[in-house]
Each structure stands twice: as C-alpha cells, then as structure tokens.
C-alpha cells in the first residue's frame, strides 16, 4: 500500500533554536496555509489551541539502527516509539500550540516545536477531556 500526503501549508518562524517539544516552548511564528484551504480555517480563533500534523522534512532517513535512540532526558536506550524522536519509520510530528491571531490563510501561534519551512500536513482541533 502506497501513502501520498499533500501539505496544506508551511511553518514560518525566525526562531533559530527552537525547543524540542511544544510543552516547553514559548516560540512563535506561523502556519502559512495554502489559499485554497483558507475557508477551512475559518472557524479557528486566537486563543484556543490546535494541534498541527506535520513533516520532519530535514530528518535522516530512518533504518533499523534508529529503533532503539538515547532521547535528550530519559533513562537510556529507549525505543523510538515511545520518545518523541524526529528520526522515525514515518517522519510525522505532532504539536499543540496556541492561537495568537489569524489574517486570512495565515494562523499566528506560539509554542511551536517546528522549524522554518516544515511542511504542514493537518490541522485538528485540541479537545480537553471533560
């Protein structure tokens, strides 16, 4: 089976380092989204949050010696389905980051994990459990 996804937009940020997790960072920048999927932000408002599905578009290419990875904290060798490792058999990452503002298909936020230039793939509503 073949799997071809399609970026609805990019990360822009002029954050140099930005922190490896987004419940650590306070980075910001933003979703520049594709105009032709600009109705389907439209619902979307500062001050809520959104998780954004996105690509590790710069990580190495993933074999079997990256199953098993030492993370930045953790007790040792763990296997990469249980860190949050870039280097991954499908190089997909997940963030929740704040709304700061929208202006038509671009979304302003902070607490972003994501370089300049990642290619953006979802975006999902972040739903709290009741």
């Known amino acids: 089976m073949k799997i071809e996804l399609l970026p609805i937009g990019v990360v822009k940020t002029d954050v140099k380092k930005v922190p490896r997790h987004w419940t650590i960072s306070d980075a910001e920048g933003t979703l520049v989204i594709e105009e032709q999927y600009t109705e389907g932000v439209k619902d979307i408002h500062a001050g809520q949050r959104i998780v954004v599905l996105f690509y590790f578009h710069q990580s190495p290419q993933f ?13 040792g060798q763990m296997g990469v389905f249980s860190i949050c490792s870039p280097v991954r058999p499908n190089p997909l990452g997940m963030s929740v980051v704040e709304v700061l503002g929208i ?28």
Not at 64 to 69: G, I
Not at 107 to 129: A, F, N, Q
């Open 63 to 75: 074999t079997e010696d990256f199953l098993v990875q030492v993370p930045l904290q953790g007790p």
């Open 103 to 130: 202006e038509g298909s671009i979304i302003h936020i902070k607490g972003l994990d994501m370089i300049d230039g990642t290619p953006v793939l979802d975006i999902k509503p972040y739903r709290e459990r009741d």
